[in-house]
């Protein structure tokens, strides 16, 4: 600032971008060395910037993350802590969501991030595949069709054992559990279980 051309018709040019203030290699500067803050906020973030011309607070340079991704945004936005690297934000929620499927012992095959609302595709370890919501999966990412069969079968196990109970009722004797809640024995009326 305060060179020739930040006065009179140049100045002009350069609020149009007609002319560049990196123009001149004098002025041409990294956009982080613009002030102690503003590295030091980009030091917080771990991003970098690659371009040598500043132009102004609010408006976009180029920034790179930690992990190489480059994006365009204004250094004020850098300097109030609220610059975020979008790809790496969707990595990040992608990640979350197959960790969850993995915690519920499935798998999830998609392979980019598309929203919250987005559908998302799942396979579990007896080869069923499904699709869910990614705001869905918070609640639960197992697989439907195995817990429909999970159910059948506990219906059928419940059913067979109101079967089994009859069945010894007509013989003068009682289904007495023992152990745990699925295991059963037969037992005579009035003797006693050891
Ligand atoms: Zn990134
Ligand atoms: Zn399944």
């Not at 799942?122 to 195995?146: D, E, I, N």
Request: proline share 4%; aromatic share 6%; net charge positive.
């Amino acid at each position: 600032m305060g060179c020739w051309r930040s006065r009179g018709p140049w100045r002009l040019l350069m609020i149009f971008g007609a002319l560049p203030a990196c123009m001149n290699p004098m002025d041409a500067h990294s956009v982080l060395s613009r002030s102690p803050a503003l590295r030091a906020a980009a030091e917080r973030a771990r991003f970098t910037s690659p371009d040598q011309c500043w132009r102004g607070w609010h408006v976009a340079h180029r920034f790179a993350c930690s992990n190489g991704h480059t994006f365009l945004a204004p250094p004020a936005q850098l300097l109030a802590g609220r610059l975020r690297c979008i790809r790496c934000d969707m990595q990040a929620r992608l990640d979350t969501l197959h960790a969850l499927a993995r915690s519920a012992g499935v798998i999830c095959t998609s392979r980019s991030w598309q929203g919250d609302g987005a559908l998302y595709d799942f396979l579990c370890s007896a080869g069923h595949r499904w699709q869910r919501r990614g705001r869905h999966v918070k609640r639960g990412a197992a697989c439907p069709t195995c817990a429909r069969e999970r159910e059948r079968k506990r219906k059928l196990l419940a059913n067979g054992l109101q079967l089994l109970q009859r069945a010894a009722r007509s013989h003068g004797g009682q289904i007495v559990r023992a152990g745990s809640r699925k295991r059963g024995r037969y037992q005579k009326a009035g003797t006693v279980t050891a």
